[in-house]
């Protein structure tokens, strides 16, 4: 049998980077022991994490093993767990930010045209993540509500205020121009 310290890295790496149970056959082959040698290292390495002070353990479920918590740290997990996340913006939310950033106060109409899709699930998603707030509505037929950045905004992207956002390149808006136009063979 390899090093066993060696192979006991081997089979915890196995097992952490998996998440559900692994048969003791394939932890064998994977370290290259046999399954009788390979159920007894794991065998003692349950017993090693019982004793030692560790957040983790290893379960044997129908001849097959897995790594997870011990249940007195589930308590830890749940404070991680409901902790808001930080939302993620996709490149849909990024471009719909963009517009709403710097032609604010716009109404969904307007993205829309400038994007050439629906925004609906953009805008309100950006408004969950109170990156973008209704200003109020435009005095035309319908009174479509108006969209600008909130305070929120300024934070997460380190700006003090919409007047110092980055200028827009006209060279890049005019190459991205003529690419769009190109995309859809529509004049911008």
Do not use: W
Not at 96 to 101: E, G, V
């Amino acid at each position: 049998m390899k090093d066993r310290k060696h192979l006991e890295a081997a089979v915890e790496a196995i097992l952490f980077s998996m998440g559900n149970s692994v048969s003791v056959e394939m932890v064998a082959k994977a370290i290259d022991c046999t399954v009788k040698e390979t159920h007894e290292l794991i065998c003692q390495m349950m017993k090693k994490y019982e004793t030692e002070d560790r957040g983790i353990m290893i379960v044997e479920l129908e001849n097959a093993f897995q790594m997870c918590t011990k249940r007195e740290y589930y308590d830890y997990l749940i404070n991680v767990a409901i902790q808001p996340k930080e939302p993620e913006l996709s490149d849909v939310l990024m471009e719909t930010l963009s517009i709403i950033a710097y032609k604010q106060p716009v109404t969904k109409a307007e993205i829309e045209k400038i994007r050439g899709v629906k925004s609906d699930h953009a805008v309100n998603k950006l408004v969950e993540y109170k990156l973008v707030q209704e200003l109020g509505r435009l005095d035309a037929p319908g009174r479509p509500i108006l969209f600008g950045t909130t305070e929120e905004f300024l934070r997460s992207f380190g700006v003090d205020s919409t007047d110092n956002l980055p200028e827009i390149n006209p060279v890049k808006l005019e190459d991205f121009k003529a690419e769009a136009e190109e995309e859809v063979k529509v004049e911008i």
